[in-house]
């Protein structure tokens, strides 16, 4: 643990034995907290909401799920043959995530570059002229 969390949860700690929160609203009742992502655009928040319900998740986290469990047989194994067995089926999971990060990056290239003509082709509409670097 970090120092600094080490900090933070002693703190609490601390400050719930003298009773500091005992007399916050809403104390001892369950959180409301929103359905709603305030992050995710309107447009996709339906799209997102039925793709929760029919239990799809990203491919991302399928995968850092996979290689948590893979991390506790490592953790758990016992013989060579079970470390050498999860210790491969490890480092394909990491350079799966790897690779599939390395493809994000190359997409937010491309979206960056079609964003940058954009700007350019507006800045060039709005001055009546060429857009300057």
Do not use: C
Request: glycine share 8%; no cysteine.
């Amino acid at each position: 643990m970090w120092i600094l969390d080490r900090l933070a949860e002693e703190r609490i700690e601390e400050a719930r034995r003298r009773g500091d929160f005992d007399d916050l609203p809403g104390a001892g009742q369950p959180l409301e907290l929103e359905e709603e992502n305030p992050f995710v655009p309107e447009e996709l928040r339906t799209a997102l909401r039925l793709l929760k319900n029919a239990g799809f998740i990203p491919p991302e986290v399928a995968l850092r799920r996979e290689i948590g469990s893979v991390e506790a047989l490592l953790r758990e194994a016992v013989t060579e043959e079970q470390r050498a067995t999860a210790s491969a089926r490890l480092r394909l999971l990491l350079q799966r995530l790897g690779s599939e990060r390395a493809g994000s990056l190359q997409l937010q290239g491309l979206y960056f570059e079609a964003l940058a003509a954009r700007l350019q082709q507006s800045a060039h509409a709005d001055t009546g002229g060429p857009a300057s670097d």
